[in-house]
T-cell receptor, first 112, second 114 residues
Framework: KAGVTQTPRYLIKTRGQQVTLSCSPI?????VSWYQQTPGQGLQFLFE???????NKGNFPGRFSGRQFSNSRSEMNVSTLELGDSALYLC???????????FGSGTRLTVV | GENVEQHPSTLSVQEGDSAVIKCTYS??????FPWYKQELGKRPQLIID?????GEKKDQRIAVTLNKTAKHFSLHITETQPEDSAVYFC?????????????FGTGTSLTVIP
């Protein structure tokens, strides 16, 4: 079966711009989580969506937002980009939460 | 909230030797502990997990142990091979009721020397 698909794979944006990342979970998975991965901070939790509802949120500013659609696909939006937002953004899905994730390959965001 | 600490940050072993990575957690409500392997430029992949009602779990050369009293869990890799070289992350979660938020350790970069 298809894995977790993230698009695009790479993005270069300018400070102040906004960006939208997309994640399609494994078919049947209803929980989608987003993480930011940087060399210095490791894997930092952004938020989790389950059945179109945000169920958990990490400690990121309001510039980071997300949503989930009825088909479980999820999008993450970052507004007013800062240089420090450069990172690998990973999406992960699981059936219902409480079990192990399957990660996507990530979107590498570079802010210049 | 939960705090997961992981040690060591880097580990080098000779091929065929064993490798042990240790993690501690702070929240006694955590009940699910997965381990992920991330090779360079690739996605993290789940390699083994353990739930709080089990003390040990094995899968071929990989094993995980959990000590709930001491709030620590460890990954053991025996007969290491060069393809085991990667960054390993531990994580802790308190399960489904409050959502699926995993708290990750900072990672251990394992190098297996041929």
């Amino acid at each position: 079966k298809a894995g977790v698909t993230q698009t695009p794979r790479y993005l270069i944006k300018t400070r102040g711009q906004q960006v939208t990342l997309s994640c399609s979970p494994i078919s049947g998975h209803r929980s989608v989580s987003w993480y930011q991965q940087t060399p210095g901070q490791g894997l930092q939790f952004l938020f989790e969506y389950f059945s179109e509802t945000q169920r958990n949120k990490g400690n990121f500013p309001g510039r980071f937002s997300g949503r989930q659609f009825s088909n479980s696909r999820s999008e993450m939006n970052v507004s007013t980009l800062e240089l420090g937002d450069s990172a690998l953004y990973l999406c992960a899905s699981s059936f219902a939460g409480g079990d192990g994730y399957t990660f996507g390959s990530g979107t590498r965001l570079t802010v210049v | 909230g939960e705090n997961v600490e992981q040690h060591p940050s880097t580990l080098s072993v000779q091929e065929g030797d064993s490798a042990v990575i240790k993690c501690t957690y702070s929240d006694s409500a955590s009940n699910y502990f997965p381990w992920y392997k991330q090779e360079l430029g690739k996605r993290p992949q789940l390699i083994i997990d353990i739930r709080s009602n089990v003390g040990e779990k094995k899968d071929q050369r990989i094993a995980v142990t959990l000590n709930k009293t001491a709030k620590h869990f460890s990954l053991h890799i025996t007969e290491t091979q060069p393809e085991d070289s990667a960054v390993y992350f531990c994580a802790a979660s308190n399960g489904m009721d409050t959502g699926n938020q995993f708290y990750f350790g900072t990672g251990t970069s394992l190098t297996v020397i041929p």
